[in-house]
């Protein structure tokens, strides 16, 4: 029996011949696909390559075969905004909750470690009846969990200028689904004792970043997070494993993580006296600020968008570390009257949620704003609210003020940015 006609045009061979036949011939010659020779010796199409000038009727040209993996379309440009202590996820050009693993913010102290999966090691010890050393395997052998999650950087506000998108003002913050091991079965495969109230997490990059827990987040829902998105974690957010802290300060979730020391005392590590501290009034400062609070941003409009007159669907996110998002408020007069926005399914625990707002612009110049009230009943604050409350001494950690859009008459959108020291 003869093969079935498309099965035979996708042979490599054939799709060789495809690929030269687009690169020499007439109509297609802009569709240039990139072979990339695998370990096998196979050639894979890279990526289906943006055409410079209008694509061929995609009726009238065989296309690319199926390839070893997916590509985004290269009309998506996606890309996350990198400066030399941290890259933003893009969070104005996303849908749905869940941001695409490479697209994931990262923040690293001393780089991205490369750690062999089948060297790498956990070792829980300190007040424990059996310290013990974990494989990557041990680590897989016991049940395995999935939450859905936004991990934030708590120093996730920037400020400045008019034109600022959602990305460069609070890009700090990813969602995915992570899998892996509770933190509470592997203390009681070690027998941590209930006297110990806090563990020190170790991870082994350059930086060797350590931070203390208190026990309480680890029997609770810490986990040892070895998947993300469905994959192995990738290895700007922890490969093999991290700690992962549903709803806590970026900081503490520690990557590439190497140890655990339970103990009944807080270990006092640089990134929590030196760092990640909060200067609140009268000279004080707050230590162990572990929630990250209640937060929104609308991400369309946004800057660069140009508004046209006529009905918007006002759109963002919310979120909030101390629980599941309960409302969001919207305003479109700089403030004065706030309406409740549309939730969208689903509204998870400590988790990125979308809201929309529909809004008829009549074309005058106006502020729009959101705000997130979560399940405790606490209010995202003015900028105002939080000097008040914290003093203009206040440092750069733990911002998560009201973010206003000024629609000009034009129907340019501006970032308002506004100043606390
Ligand atoms: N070992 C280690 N863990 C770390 C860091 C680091 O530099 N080294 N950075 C922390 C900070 S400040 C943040 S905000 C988050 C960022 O996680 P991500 O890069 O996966 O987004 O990881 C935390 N865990
Ligand atoms: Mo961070």
Redesign the pocket.
Known sequence: MERPKEEKEYSFNDSKKINRRLLLGSVAASAVIALVKTTTGQFVPAAVAKPASAPPDPTKVQGPPPGAVGTRSPFEQLAKKTSDT?SRTPLQSLYGTITPSDL???????GV?VIDPTAYKLVIHGMVKKPMTFTLNDLKRFPSVSRIAF??????FRSGKQEMTPQEICG?T?QSEWTGVMLSTLFREVGASPKATWFLA????A???T?SIPMGKGWNDAMIAYGQNGEAL?P???YPA??FLPGW?????????RRIEVSDQPFMTR?ETSK?TENIKDGKIRQFSFDMDARSIITFPAYPVQLDKGWVEIKGLAWSGRGKILRVEVSVDAGKKWYPATLQEPVLDKAHTRFRFLWKWNGNETEIMSRAIDETGYTQPTLQQLIDARGTDMGGYHLNPITAWIIKRDGSVLFKPEKWK
């Open positions: 941290s994931h913010f990262e923040r690293h102290h001393g470690p991990l934030e950087c708590s120093g996730n700090l990813s170790e991870g082994s990059d930086a060797v970043m931070r990738r700007q957010q922890g991290r700690l300060e970026g900081n503490t979730n520690v990557k590439w993580i990134e990640y």
